[in-house]
T-cell receptor, first 116, second 116 residues
Framework: DAGVTQSPTHLIKTRGQQVTLRCSPK?????VSWYQQALGQGPQFIFQYYEEEERQRGNFPDRFSGHQFPNYSSELNVNALLLGDSALYLCASEYEWGVSSYNEQFFGPGTRLTVL | AQSVTQLDSQVPVFEEAPVELRCNYSSSVSVYLFWYVQYPNQGLQLLLK??????LVKGINGFEAEFNKSQTSFHLRKPSVHISDTAEYFC??????????????FGKGTKLTVNP
């Protein structure tokens, strides 16, 4: 059973460009969350997708957008890249058992984005 | 708003020595608490979690943590560390009241280095 997979592994972009990162959730999972981990910091929540809609959002500008597809895979898009967007972007998936249940998040290996 | 403070950014220890990684949290509601481990160039792996019940939680790789509500702490311990425990450790909190899929709020991490 494959876990959470992300592509690409590494990416180098220049300021002002746009980037798309991809995530395939663990088999059977229907919810995907994205986190940004800057160097030397803990991960910060960007947003979460469930049933193809953004359900929660962290404190990130509108330059960060996402999408979830019918097969539950997800994309993270970042427009007008800034140097400060350089980070490890982590995707986490889970199965939505219900609002009264705890749902464990499983993390992928991340995509390392470098903005020059 | 929730927050997590990991009191030590780096903890060096010798192999087979005990270790404690400290974590304090701030929240106005009931919480779930987690410890994750991140090996170099990898994603996050769940070590253990506190959802409810016994305040002493046992996890993988011989780690355990104790939830102390009065001190708002969730310190991670291991009685005897191995070289292979060298990694970055993150404490995280999520809102328990909402249930279901809740964002994780992470601390900045503690780098544990086990020396021979």
């Amino acid at each position: 059973d494959a876990g959470v997979t992300q592509s690409p592994t590494h990416l180098i972009k220049t300021r002002g460009q746009q980037v798309t990162l991809r995530c395939s959730p663990k088999s059977g999972h229907d919810t995907v969350s994205w986190y940004q981990q800057a160097l030397g910091q803990g991960p910060q929540f960007i947003f979460q997708y469930y049933e193809e809609e953004e359900r929660q959002r962290g404190n990130f500008p509108d330059r960060f957008s996402g999408h979830q597809f019918p097969n539950y895979s997800s994309e993270l898009n970042v427009n007008a890249l800034l140097l400060g967007d350089s980070a490890l972007y982590l995707c986490a998936s889970e199965y939505e058992w219900g609002v009264s249940s705890y749902n464990e998040q499983f993390f992928g290996p991340g995509t390392r984005l470098t903005v020059l | 708003a929730q927050s997590v403070t990991q009191l030590d950014s780096q903890v060096p220890v010798f192999e087979e020595a005990p270790v404690e990684l400290r974590c304090n949290y701030s929240s106005s509601v009931s919480v779930y608490l987690f410890w994750y481990v991140q090996y170099p160039n990898q994603g996050l792996q769940l070590l253990l979690k506190y959802l409810s019940g016994s305040t002493l939680v046992k996890g993988i790789n011989g780690f355990e943590a104790e939830f102390n509500k009065s001190q708002t702490s969730f310190h991670l311990r291991k009685p005897s560390v191995h070289i292979s425990d060298t990694a970055e450790y993150f404490c995280a909190v999520s809102d328990a009241h909402q249930g279901g899929s809740e964002k994780l709020v992470f601390g900045k991490g503690t780098k544990l280095t086990v020396n021979p």
